[in-house]
């Protein structure tokens, strides 16, 4: 598994989420059997500090876990990705 160039990586934009759902989504994506990811949260209601101090919880315990409250964050590791995975399909 690499953390610094995981092979896949999973978007999951939350808003408002039920903490008991919150939290069972995050466990599920966590225990797959394949662990070469990377969990990129987003978080929509940034006023909701519930449910931002549930994914700061796991986001200590795990590294995947990469959280932020503002889309364009989200893009700039998307937008990086794509473009380092198109450099390397066009060589």
């Known amino acids: 598994m690499s953390i610094t160039n995981p092979k896949v990586s999973v978007l999951t934009p939350i808003y408002n989420t039920d903490p008991e759902y919150l939290r ?25 500090n519930e449910i931002e101090k549930i ?9 995947r876990i990469k959280y932020s409250k ?17 450099n390397k399909i066009q060589t």
């Open 24 to 48: 069972e989504m995050i466990e599920s994506i966590l225990n797959q059997t394949f662990s070469d990811f990377e969990f990129l949260i987003l978080n929509d209601s940034p006023d909701n």
């Open 55 to 63: 994914v700061l919880e796991y986001a200590k315990k795990d590294k």
């Open 70 to 86: 503002q889309i364009s964050c989200i893009l700039q590791v998307l937008v990086k990705k794509y473009r380092t995975f198109w």
